[in-house]
């Protein structure tokens, strides 16, 4: 229990300052940590991550959130999810685990990169969107992201983030707060689909869920005083060293 309440502190942490990183630690922090299975790891992690997120938006519900956005991106993803999921059992683990290597070096180096323009369709320079270039782009980022999500089975918030940042042009002030919001969705519907399939340990999980909520709040606080700047730099490096790690099992099987 004490190791459930300190792993949730860390997840939470990770939420509220930059939006991602949450269910990519949960489910090992869940297995080794706690001593889960995996079966009842994942379904686990998505409640805990799902309840992390929704209060770690709760500071920035005001300027940090691109809520049409988010509802298109999480719509786009929920179907396609399924179907990444599907596939994942088609394929062998490792080699999933080295495809997310690769997609999460590829995000953090990116991240690392200066900008050259600033904002994008769907956050153009003078404020507003340009629906007719954003929407195609954000219906086929829900897509991508959500079929990966469910390929890769962890990981949402490390493809979410760069997404909005890369792809639609987002500043990381309302990337944090939107990729939280879509992370919601795709954590509920996520655990849907575990429904009926496997037991909860309901004290575990409280005591894990309650502490990444308390984290994830004071963590979305702190985070908006910081600068865009600070918020990438901080996330790529955070991808980076979690990149490392799944080569490192994906090597080691």
Same mark, same amino acid.
């Given at each position: 229990?004490?190791?459930?309440?300190?792993?949730?502190?860390?997840?939470?942490?990770?939420?509220?300052?930059?939006?991602?990183?949450?269910?990519?630690?949960?489910?090992?922090?869940?297995?080794?940590?706690?001593?889960?299975?995996?079966?009842?790891?994942?379904?686990?992690?998505?409640?805990?991550?799902?309840?992390?997120?929704?209060?770690?938006?709760?500071?920035?519900?005001?300027?940090?959130?691109?809520?049409?956005?988010?509802?298109?991106?999480?719509?786009?993803?929920?179907?396609?999810?399924?179907?990444?999921?599907?596939?994942?059992?088609?394929?062998?683990?490792?080699?999933?685990?080295?495809?997310?290597?690769?997609?999460?070096?590829?995000?953090?180096?990116?991240?690392?990169?200066?900008?050259?323009?600033?904002?994008?369709?769907?956050?153009?320079?003078?404020?507003?969107?340009?629906?007719?270039?954003?929407?195609?782009?954000?219906?086929?980022?829900?897509?991508?992201?959500?079929?990966?999500?469910?390929?890769? %089975?962890?990981?949402?918030?490390? #493809?979410?983030?760069?997404?909005?940042? *890369? &792809? =639609? $042009?987002?500043?990381?002030? !309302?990337? /944090?707060?939107?990729?939280?919001?879509?992370?919601?969705?795709?954590?509920?519907?996520?655990?849907?689909?575990?429904?009926?399939?496997?037991?909860?340990?309901?004290?575990?999980?409280?005591?894990?869920?309650?502490?990444?909520?308390?984290?994830?709040?004071?963590?979305?606080?702190?985070?908006? %005083?910081?600068?865009?700047?600070? #918020?990438?730099?901080?996330?790529?490096? *955070? &991808? =980076? $060293?979690?990149?490392?790690? !799944?080569? /490192?099992?994906?090597?080691?099987?």
């Amino acid at each position: 229990m004490i190791t459930a309440l300190v792993l949730g502190l860390i997840v939470g942490a990770l939420l509220g300052l930059v939006g991602g990183g949450g269910s990519i630690l949960a489910v090992p922090a869940l297995v080794y940590g706690v001593g889960l299975p995996l079966s009842e790891a994942i379904p686990t992690s998505l409640i805990v991550v799902g309840a992390a997120s929704a209060v770690a938006v709760i500071p920035r519900l005001r300027r940090g959130v691109n809520w049409r956005l988010a509802l298109i991106v999480g719509a786009a993803g929920v179907a396609t999810a399924y179907l990444g999921t599907m596939v994942n059992r088609m394929l062998d683990p490792r080699l999933l685990l080295g495809a997310f290597a690769v997609i999460m070096v590829i995000a953090g180096v990116r991240m690392f990169l200066p900008t050259r323009s600033v904002g994008g369709p769907c956050a153009l320079p003078g404020g507003g969107i340009n629906w007719r270039s954003c929407l195609p782009r954000a219906l086929a980022t829900g897509a991508v992201v959500g079929f990966l999500t469910g390929l890769l %089975g962890v990981g949402g918030g490390f #493809l979410i983030v760069p997404a909005l940042t *890369l &792809v =639609l $042009g987002l500043p990381m002030s !309302v990337t /944090v707060g939107t990729s939280l919001v879509i992370i919601v969705i795709n954590s509920v519907a996520g655990f849907t689909a575990h429904l009926g399939t496997v037991q909860i340990d309901w004290a575990v999980t409280g005591a894990f869920a309650v502490s990444a909520m308390a984290a994830s709040l004071v963590a979305g606080r702190l985070g908006r %005083g910081l600068s865009d700047k600070v #918020l990438k730099r901080g996330f790529a490096v *955070l &991808v =980076l $060293g979690v990149a490392v790690y !799944v080569a /490192v099992q994906a090597l080691i099987g």
